[in-house]
C-alpha cells in the first residue's frame, strides 16, 4: 500500500458533530501535512505537524501525530456545511527530495 | 498577494496532439512543483523546481512530458504527444522554503479524447 492512506475514505456527519479522518504512512517523516480540497478546487493547506511534534491546533483544527504508530489524524470540531469537502494527509520523508506524498483522499459530507 | 495560478482551467484536447500547462507561483517562492491526479488515484508528484533547476523529476512519466521554468518565475508543463492515460488534474504549487508549506493553484483538468 501507499504513503499516506487516509481512513475512512468517505464520511458523512450532521452539523455540529466532530468529524475524525485518521492517515498511515509507511516512512520516515519530517512532517505531515493536511489539506483539504472543495469541489473544482485547488488544494488548501490546513495545518503541518512536525516529526517532534504530537498535538497541533488551529481554529476547530487538532491534529495528532503519532510517529511510533506512523498514524495522524484530524479531527474538525463542531462541523460545518462549508467544511464538506475532500480532505488529503501528506508526508515529506527524512531524507528524500522535498515532494510531498499524499493519501488518495477523504471525502467528508456535512449534513446542514 | 495573490496565490498559485494556473492556466487552463480546463483543457479539452485528442489524442496525439500537444497542450502546454502554465503556472505562475507565489511571487519570491523558489520552489514550484507539479503534481497530478488522476481519476480515482492519490494526487501524485510529477517534479520540483528550485529557481530554474530542475531539482528532482523522478516523477515525470515518460519523455513525453517536459517542464520547464525558464528565468526561475513561471513554469510550463508541455504534453506531446498527448495520450488518453494523461487525462486528470495537474496541480502547481510553490513554497519559500524546502519541506515547508506548499501553495497549490486550482489546477488545470486535461481531458484528452
Known amino acids: 500500500s501507499q504513503q499516506g492512506e487516509e481512513d475512512p475514505q468517505a464520511l458523512s456527519i450532521q452539523e455540529g458533530e466532530n468529524a475524525t479522518m485518521n492517515c498511515s504512512y509507511k516512512t520516515s517523516i519530517n512532517n505531515l501535512q493536511w489539506y483539504r480540497q472543495n469541489s473544482g478546487r485547488g488544494l488548501v493547506h490546513l495545518i503541518l505537524?512536525?516529526?517532534?511534534?504530537r498535538e497541533k491546533h488551529s481554529g476547530r483544527l487538532r491534529v495528532t501525530l503519532d510517529t511510533s504508530k506512523k498514524s495522524s489524524s484530524l479531527l474538525i470540531t463542531a462541523s460545518r456545511a462549508a467544511d464538506t469537502a475532500s480532505y488529503f494527509c501528506?508526508?515529506?520523508?527524512?531524507?528524500?527530495?522535498?515532494?510531498?506524498?499524499f493519501g488518495k483522499g477523504m471525502k467528508l459530507t456535512v449534513n446542514p | 498577494e495573490a496565490g498559485v495560478t494556473q492556466f487552463p482551467s480546463h483543457s479539452v484536447i485528442e489524442k496525439g496532439q500537444t497542450v502546454t500547462l502554465r503556472c505562475d507561483p507565489i511571487?519570491?517562492?523558489?520552489?514550484l512543483y507539479w503534481y497530478r491526479r488522476v481519476m480515482g488515484k492519490e494526487i501524485k508528484f510529477l517534479l520540483h523546481f528550485v529557481k530554474e533547476s530542475k531539482q528532482d523529476e523522478s516523477g515525470m512519466p515518460n519523455n513525453r512530458f517536459l517542464a520547464e521554468r525558464t528565468g526561475g518565475t513561471y513554469s510550463t508543463l508541455k504534453v506531446q504527444p498527448a495520450e488518453l492515460e494523461d487525462s486528470g488534474v495537474y496541480f502547481c504549487a510553490s513554497s519559500q522554503a524546502p519541506q515547508g508549506v506548499e501553495y497549490f493553484g486550482p489546477g488545470t483538468r486535461l481531458t484528452v479524447t
Open positions: 505537524i512536525r516529526s517532534n511534534e
Open positions: 501528506a508526508t515529506a520523508k527524512v531524507g528524500g527530495s522535498e515532494k510531498l506524498v
Open positions: 511571487s519570491g517562492h523558489d520552489n
